[in-house]
C-alpha cells in the first residue's frame, strides 16, 4: 500500500509540474503587451517599462517560470497587477465561496444522483425506470447556467424564497450566506447528479446480472441483500470514477455559475483578472484549482484501492 501511495503522489507532483508549464506558456504567449494594456494607450514608454520591470516581465521566461514556482512553494504567488494585493491573500479571500459552493454542489449530486440510480436499477424496465432516466437526459443535455436561471426565476422571482444573486459574508450572516448559494448550488449539482444516476443505475443492473450475485441469491438472499453484501464493492468502482471526474466539473463550473449568480468566489475573479490581463492573478488562481482537481483525482485513486484490493497489488502482480 505504501509503494501505490508513493506512486500515486509522485503522478499527482508530476502533473502538477506539467500543468503549472501549460499554463504558463500558455500565458506566456498571448499576443500583446499586458503591461501596455494594464496602463493604456496613453501611457508613456517609461510608465510601461517600470511596469514591466515590476511585473518580472524583463525578464528571462525560464527564470520567470522557476521564480513563480518557488514561489508557490513558500506561499508567496507574488502581487496582482491590477489590484496591488498579494495574490495569496486575494485567492484565500474568494476561496470562502468558492469551496464551500463546490462542496454543498457535490454533497447535492451525491444526495440526488445516487438514490435515484438505485430506484431506477431496482426498478429496471418499468415506468418509473424509464421516467427517472428521461429526467438524467433531460439534465445532462440542459447546462448549469440554464438550470440557475430557471431555478432564479422560480425561487426568487416568483416565490421570493431565495436571493436571486449576490453574496452575503459568513462572519456578517452565515444564514444568509448559505442562502446565498442554495441556488447556485443546485444549478451546479443537478447536470452531474443526471449522469451519476445514469452511472449507478448502469452498474448495479450488471452487477445484478452476475454470476456471484446469483449465487448468493441461491443461497437464500434477497435480490437487495445480495447486492448490499456482495455486489455494492464491484458497483462502487464506476460509482467513484464518475464522482471523481464530477469535483473536476463543478470547479470548472464555478466559472461560468459565479457569475451568473454575481458570486465573489475564485470563478468570478478569474473572470475579472481575464478581463483585466492580469497574468499573475491568472495563473495563480488557476493553478489553485488545478491543484483541487488533481487532489480529488488522488484521493479517488486511493479509494480505488480500498474498494479493490488487487490494485494495491499491481506491483507483485
Do not use: C
Amino acid at each position: 500500500m505504501t509503494w501505490f501511495v508513493g506512486r500515486k503522489l509522485l503522478g499527482l507532483l508530476a502533473t502538477l509540474f506539467v500543468a503549472a508549464m501549460i499554463i504558463f506558456l500558455m500565458l506566456d504567449l498571448l499576443p500583446g503587451d499586458p503591461a501596455r494594456f494594464i496602463l493604456g494607450i496613453n501611457a508613456t514608454p517609461e510608465a510601461v517599462a517600470a511596469l514591466r520591470q515590476q511585473l518580472g516581465l524583463d525578464r528571462p521566461p525560464l527564470e520567470r517560470f522557476f521564480g513563480w514556482i518557488g514561489g508557490m512553494l513558500v506561499g508567496d504567488f507574488g502581487l496582482s497587477a491590477t489590484q496591488g494585493q498579494p495574490v495569496s491573500s486575494l485567492i484565500a479571500g474568494r476561496l470562502g465561496v468558492t469551496l464551500p459552493l463546490t462542496l454543498f454542489a457535490m454533497l447535492l449530486s451525491t444526495a440526488i444522483g445516487l438514490p435515484l440510480g438505485v430506484l431506477a436499477a431496482r426498478r429496471r424496465g418499468s415506468l418509473a425506470d424509464t421516467g427517472l432516466m428521461v429526467l438524467a437526459q433531460l439534465g445532462v443535455a440542459v447546462p448549469n447556467f440554464w438550470f440557475g436561471m430557471l431555478l432564479v426565476l422560480l425561487f426568487s422571482v416568483t416565490l421570493r424564497w431565495l436571493p436571486p444573486g449576490g453574496f452575503v459574508p459568513w462572519g456578517d450572516n452565515p444564514v444568509g450566506a448559505f442562502n446565498s448559494l442554495i441556488l447556485p448550488a443546485f444549478a451546479l449539482a443537478l447536470p452531474q447528479a443526471a449522469i451519476l444516476a445514469r452511472v449507478t443505475r448502469t452498474a448495479l443492473v450488471d452487477v445484478q446480472g452476475a454470476d456471484f450475485i446469483r449465487t448468493a441469491r441461491a443461497k437464500g438472499l434477497t435480490t437487495a441483500e445480495a447486492i448490499r453484501r456482495h455486489g455494492l464493492r464491484n458497483a462502487l468502482l464506476p460509482v467513484l470514477t464518475i464522482l471523481g471526474l464530477q469535483f473536476a466539473y463543478l470547479v470548472a463550473g464555478t466559472v461560468i455559475v459565479e457569475n451568473v449568480f454575481y458570486l465573489p468566489g475564485l470563478g468570478r475573479l478569474i473572470f475579472d483578472a481575464i478581463n483585466a490581463r492580469d497574468l499573475i492573478l491568472v495563473r495563480s488562481a488557476i493553478i489553485i484549482l488545478v491543484l483541487a482537481v488533481i487532489g480529488t483525482m488522488f484521493l479517488t485513486d486511493l479509494a480505488y484501492a480500498w474498494v479493490d484490493p488487487r490494485l494495491r497489488r499491481g506491483r507483485s502482480e
